[in-house]
């Protein structure tokens, strides 16, 4: 039995269209079927998103003989690493920009620390998609929340364009001296089409 919502085949279709607007590869408005979120509705209901003519998923996204299927799928997202060492100062910022449309789930961040005067408070100043940033404060957040270990810690920050940049920023509260650094990796993990 297959459930019609406006112009999508099935509950299926509508869910695909949905998770492609969350990543930013379809715009909000080309969502159908008058589904706001609390639940799908019926046709013609205004709802949480304007209703539109839609096309089926199977339509926009053609699967290819031999090709694996385009879809979403959780992903990893790499940035490059940055370290405070001797003159470094004590802000820092890594950036990396994504190939395919991506909305961040969860940000990891592995520091390191080498030396006697690397035991420093590390925070996340700032974390920005394009020019916008995620947090809903100006205020700084301590870096270990976001620990391998941490519980807890998804988020839903806005889908990110193969156009725009991911800038994660650090600040460090004691200068590194001689040999000493704290090195520190940073890993997104979320949504990505391909």
Do not use: H, W
């Amino acid at each position: 039995m297959s459930l019609r919502i406006g112009n999508y085949d099935d509950v299926g279709d509508v869910e695909l269209i949905d998770d492609l607007a969350d990543v930013g590869a379809l715009s909000r408005g080309g969502r159908g079927g008058g589904r706001g979120r609390s639940g799908y509705g019926r046709a013609g209901q205004q709802g949480g998103y304007m209703q539109q003519r839609g096309y089926p998923a199977r339509r926009m996204i053609p699967q290819i003989p031999g090709a694996p299927a385009v879809g979403i799928r959780l992903q990893p997202l790499g940035f490059p690493p940055v370290a405070f060492v001797l003159n470094s100062g004590q802000a820092l910022s890594t950036t990396t920009r994504p190939q395919r449309p991506f909305k961040a789930k969860r940000l990891v961040v592995d520091i390191a620390r080498t030396g006697a005067t690397s035991t420093g408070l590390i925070t996340i100043t700032t974390l920005n998609i394009g020019t916008n940033n995620q947090f809903v404060s100006s205020g700084p957040i301590g870096a270990a929340a976001f620990a391998a270990t941490a519980f807890d810690v998804n988020m839903e920050l806005a889908a990110c364009t193969t156009a725009l940049d991911i800038t994660v920023s650090y600040a460090n509260t004691v200068v590194v001296t001689t040999t000493d650094r704290v090195d520190i990796a940073t890993t997104m993990f979320g949504e990505a089409v391909g």
